[in-house]
């Protein structure tokens, strides 16, 4: 079961960052997009395809670390670690597949 609510909001500052990181993969896509119009050579295609990948990835690890810190620290402090560990190793296995 997923949970809607989190437990330990971000900080403005957590909150600047992720956005500015997804910001830069905003501009990194239209990029993408820019260099499929003009016909560009696929392997610089695939390479910044390759970036965008890893700037995304980032931003997934970064949100997991928030999370395994936060979230789960407290739910095992409080006794409920069983449902957030699945609920952690579910996210980690679908993680990992991308």
Same mark, same amino acid.
């Not at 390479?47 to 407290?74: M, N, R, W």
């Not at 409080?78 to 957030?84: V, Y």
């Given at each position: 079961?997923?949970?809607? =609510?989190?437990?330990?909001?971000?900080?403005?500052?957590?909150?600047? +960052?992720?956005?500015?990181?997804?910001?830069?993969?905003?501009?990194?896509?239209?990029?993408? +997009?820019?260099?499929?119009?003009?016909?560009?050579?696929?392997?610089?295609?695939?390479? +910044?395809?390759?970036?965008? =990948?890893?700037?995304?990835?980032?931003?997934?690890?970064?949100?997991?670390?928030?999370?395994?810190?936060?979230?789960?620290? $407290?739910?095992?402090? $409080?006794?409920? =670690?069983?449902?957030?560990?699945?609920?952690?190793? =579910?996210?980690?296995?679908?993680? $990992?597949?991308?």
């Amino acid at each position: 079961m997923m949970h809607s =609510q989190k437990v330990h909001p971000r900080s403005e500052k957590e909150k600047k +960052q992720l956005n500015d990181r997804l910001k830069r993969v905003e501009g990194q896509v239209r990029g993408l +997009q820019n260099m499929v119009n003009e016909d560009r050579y696929c392997i610089d295609i695939l390479v +910044q395809l390759t970036a965008v =990948q890893a700037a995304l990835k980032k931003v997934g690890f970064d949100i997991l670390e928030e999370h395994t810190k936060g979230c789960v620290s $407290s739910a095992v402090k $409080s006794g409920d =670690q069983t449902e957030s560990i699945e609920e952690l190793m =579910q996210v980690i296995k679908q993680f $990992s597949k991308t």
